[in-house]
T-cell receptor
Framework: GQQVMQIPQYQHVQEGEDFTTYCNSS?????IQWYKQRPGGHPVFLIQ?????EVKKQKRLTFQFGEAKKNSCLHITATQTTDVGTYFC??????????????FGQGTILTVHP | DTEVTQTPKHLVMGMTNKKSLKCEQH?????MYWYKQKAKKPPELMFV???????INESVPSRFSPECPNSSLLNLHLHALQPEDSALYLC????????????????FGAGTRLSVL
């Protein structure tokens, strides 16, 4: 079945440092979505990437979708303590009827030290 | 309104109890999902309902029984659970559009934190 690998599992940074998490799918994706889950919270949708090579920015966050639509990354510039949480990528398989089934990466737990 | 409401927020139950989790959305979404999430793990899909019909059951044990009474409501009935079923149970919804049934982004509820004693 489809698998989405996400690295690193943990990342500790000093406030102000940059952070990147990477996702790689075993199969071509229709789209990839990114979610953030704060400690004790629930996943909150951040962004969806659909097109090959797509790059989207949200303030200090930059999201990229690979040319082959199998990999993606999230980069945060100058982290702040409010960035703390777990970042998940979730891929929607290409082709066929997926019924919206997302395959989640394992998540990257980000800790920001002030 | 992009809210998915789940009740209760917390639930403690014994292994012989029967309880239900509830989920409600008023965004007009026609796909609804149940996920189970353990600590430090990603959400794990359990069930998907599309147009009030069960379209995916990820081989979930029969002690979990989903129900979709109408397009706004989703229930998860629990019976004879095991301690290892303790987890955060998340509900999500998404729109479906187009002739090819394209599923949109998922909006998650805050979850029910379940403890089975």
């Amino acid at each position: 079945g489809q698998q989405v690998m996400q690295i690193p599992q943990y990342q500790h940074v000093q406030e102000g440092e940059d952070f990147t998490t990477y996702c790689n799918s075993s199969t071509t994706l229709s789209n990839i979505q990114w979610y953030k889950q704060r400690p004790g919270g629930h996943p909150v949708f951040l962004i969806q990437l659909v097109k090959s090579g797509e790059v989207k920015k949200q303030k200090r966050l930059t999201f990229q979708f690979g040319e082959a639509k199998k990999n993606s990354c999230l980069h945060i510039t100058a982290t702040q303590t409010t960035d703390v949480g777990t970042y998940f990528c979730a891929g929607l398989a290409a082709g066929g009827t997926s019924y919206g089934k997302l395959t989640f990466g394992q998540g990257t737990i980000l800790t920001v030290h002030p | 309104d992009t809210e998915v409401t789940q009740t209760p927020k917390h639930l403690v139950m014994g292994m012989t109890n029967k309880k239900s989790l509830k989920c409600e959305q008023h965004m007009g979404h026609r796909a609804m999902y149940w996920y189970k999430q353990k600590a430090k793990k990603p959400p794990e899909l359990m069930f998907v309902y599309s147009y009030e019909k069960l379209s995916i059951n990820e081989s979930v044990p029969s002690r979990f029984s989903p129900e979709c009474p109408n397009s706004s409501l989703l229930n998860l009935h629990l019976h004879a659970l095991q301690p290892e079923d303790s987890a955060l149970y998340l509900c999500a919804s998404s729109p479906i559009w187009g002739d090819r049934g394209m599923y949109g982004i998922q909006y998650f509820g805050a979850g029910t934190r379940l403890s089975v004693l």
